[in-house]
């Protein structure tokens, strides 16, 4: 599996857990946080799906992808260790440490292989 098929809608679902937090209790840093690193993380995404078109890696997307998620998964972790609430800070901190391991399986194995050519 590629590292963007999973970042964009992991981006995605960031953005819009910040606008729900931001619109249903006026958080701004849920503002900030979610749809900042959901939007880099979306655009990471992007990069490295453009690269795959090209045949190539995007090793610098990757490597944003995994520090954000990393970011997350200790941030919101101190979070739900501070409130106990599983619902949002538990929830983004699973997620993110699940992608943090997929990141850094992806680094280790070379990042995305690329098909060889059929003729």
């Not at 599996?1 to 992991?10: G, V």
């Not at 619109?23 to 849920?30: E, H, M, Q």
């Not at 619902?87 to 280790?108: C, E, N, Q």
Request: hydrophobic share 45%.
């Amino acid at each position: 599996m590629h590292d963007f098929c999973f970042t964009i809608p992991y981006g995605l679902l960031l953005i819009g857990g910040g606008l729900f937090g931001y619109f249903r209790k006026g958080s701004t840093a849920s503002l900030a946080g979610g749809v900042g690193i959901g939007l880099l993380l979306t655009l990471a995404g992007y990069f490295s799906l453009k690269a795959f078109e090209r045949k190539k890696n995007s090793y610098p997307a990757l490597i944003l992808e995994t520090v954000c998620a990393a970011i997350l998964t200790w941030a919101m972790g101190q979070r739900y260790v501070q409130t106990s609430k599983f619902m949002p800070a538990g929830v983004v901190a699973g997620i993110s440490a699940l992608m943090t391991g997929f990141y850094l399986y992806k680094i280790a194995t070379g990042g995305n292989h690329i098909p060889a050519k059929t003729k």
